[in-house]
């Protein structure tokens, strides 16, 4: 079921079959309109896009995958796809779709990297890295960035996966990978991770006890998909092991230790801990050294110190402790799956250009996951700030949405403008105002939370200065994790005084009434969040027990988990990303990253987890901005439903908020009313000339200056018999919609 084709934002039909609607605002050629994706059988709607006609295709993600390889094939550079939506709307399956396409449309002969082998890649690495929310039952935690390198031919020929900010901690949200693996693993394999030991009426903090029934069938397809990228028995083994020291761990917990002085901990379950110490081939005392030794035993500080010094040893539980711990194990796993991913898809084969694909965590409103449809805002927003806010993690997942949609907003909406007013054209739209309107752009939001600190004052007034001692949520909050008398209230005691009421930012933050709690009004307002600090300034500086753990595993007594780990940290680098080994185009632009992690203040940050996430946004934008300024292609991804709504009705309002947040009909509007297509006067000259008969077409003519190239052109345009509202010609370019396809 299609939409109409050239209306831009048609909706047929939006009830039961399918819930979700992809759509590419696509910047060169054309704005592809909203669809409902119905999953026909794929190869054949695979089939109808191959060499078909940018304007013939009908509204897809394999329209945005194919003529993103047409734009990159003929520009010969690498091009981009990131996908934005809220959490559960689909962009993950989205993306998969984009690499199936093009894995299947452009296969290079005798490759390895056929549709089954991505698919079981990206099987695996959602299956360890995802987690069950109230919005989705697999939502992804960490950001991938997977690079599609392409030959000179256009066939696909190597590929890699790089995986940014993984926020994956057993101990807050249970994990896939740990349950499917607990609860669906045979007997023998069962008996060798010493699961048959466990005491299975203890409650273990990283697993959740639901749907058990599905998790023997979701390990064997993991297993087998494991086979499929080469991953070897005994490496398979290595993963089990320690992922069963996590659930061992989990069991293991954590007490008071009775040691006369000080505050010291031990593990609770002296028989967990040492079959966890044995799983990972490392003696029980050196595991329990890990965990703990790091934990404080002195008193507090003086709270009215504040000179600078991290600060998170202080307080730290013995629970918190192995939190840290466990989460340290499993990022160095998921670090280890990623390496193995990457070594599968890498080849040798030369490249020309590549397309990327960006997936990240969705935005995410827990409001929204509890609303009936309908409801008024106002109700809602009540209701909600009755409820537990979001921990760091989210902001942080938040953040990266807001830094995507500034990149839609000056793609699509200034970034035109600007072209417009260089060539001296003016539009009327009528949208003037709107557009300059604060509220509908995402800048304001995003230096709420980034702004770095001036050093360097020009002042002329105690406003200046005021405006200068301004700095992002992220740098204040990296602030006082420093300050050993700081706390989560200073800390937003200090945000509010610099940007809720009477600042004139009031409209993006508001305080909450309960305790340490804010509203950010996310994606133009669109999606406020209620955030919760209590334990913002510890979270916010690594943990150096979750640092322990890579040590630990490098040095195990069972080889194979040595050797990976210490394989998958030199294949990657450092802990936040991982790349592909091999291809010279991806080792170039996961350096890029790495460069941007740790040069400069970044890498003098590398311990704040809140300013990570900063600089890895940095450098995806980055990445995502050598692609040139129509080198980046769009696919939205809209909910029409929330998990609680009653009956498969389209929730309109719902859609609504998504269309003013990701700013689609503005953007639209732009698209149709202004002229998307442009080319250099002299390039259209060049190109074109031999279809216009009039004597301006004369060779020697096109190497004139520019002011003859604009005679020229306009010339050649009336010769072509255009239509005339459908063209502008500019001091250097011709702009024009639907124009430059139509005349080949
Ligand atoms: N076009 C579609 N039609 C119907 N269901 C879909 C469609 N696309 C995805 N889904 C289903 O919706 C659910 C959420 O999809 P997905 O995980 O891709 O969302 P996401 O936007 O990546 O979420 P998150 O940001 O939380 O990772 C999955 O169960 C998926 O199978």
Known sequence: MWGSQRAPFTIRGGSAARPRWPCAPDQDTSLSDFCNVVNLWPQKVAAMF??????????????????????????RRDRAIVFLGRSGSGKTSAMRHCVWYLASAYPAQGSKLTPERLDAAFDVLHLFGSTRTSSNKHASRFVSLTSLDFDGGGALAAASVQILLPDLRPGQAPLRA?????????????????FDQSP???????????????????????????QLLAVTENEQMAIWKIMAAICHLGWAGAVKANTGSGIKYQFASA??????????????????????????????PNANLRTPSPSNEREMSGTEAVDAFV????NETFNIIAALVNRSLSTSARTSASILLLDSPGADNPMCAGQQSGAPLSKLLS???QQSGAPLSKLLSNYLQERLQAMFHEALLVAP???YAQEGITLDDGAEEDWLSETVNPGPMVELLDKAPQNTIVRSSQADLRECDRRGLLWLLDEESMYPGSSDDTFLERVMSQYAAPQHTHYLIKKAPHARQFVLQHLQGTNPVLYDVTGWVKASRENPVTKKSLTLLQESQNEEIGRLSSWARGACGVSAWSAAVGDASTLRRASSIRRTLTSGTAGMKRRSTALQAKFVADGIVDTLRRCGAAGVHFVCCLLTNQPTDVGDDVNVPLLRSQFRGFQLLDAARLYKQGFPEHMPLSEFARRYRLLA???????DTVQQPALSDRQVVDDMLLTLDLDVTSYRLGLTQVIAIDVFKNIQ
């Open 50 to 75: 191959r060499g078909c006609r940018a304007d013939d295709m009908p509204p897809h993600v394999f329209a945005a995958a194919q003529s993103t390889h047409r734009c990159m094939l003929a520009s």
């Open 178 to 194: 740990l349950h499917t693996l607990y609860h669906g693993c045979d007997g023998r394999l069962r008996r060798e991770l010493l």
């Open 200 to 226: 299975i009426n203890t409650p273990n903090p990283f697993m959740s006890s639901t749907e058990k029934a599905d998790a023997p069938a979701e390990f064997s397809a993991l297993k087998q998909a494991l």
């Open 271 to 300: 028989g967990c801990w040492q079959r966890a110490a044995r799983l990972l081939g490392v003696p029980t005392e050196e595991l329990a050294r890990a965990v703990f030794v790091t934990v404080p035993t002195s008193p507090q």
């Open 327 to 330: 989460t340290g194990l499993y």
């Open 383 to 385: 209701n909600y700030l």
């Open 417 to 419: 403008r600007e072209r």
């Open 693 to 699: 008969t009039s004597e301006s077409s004369d060779s």
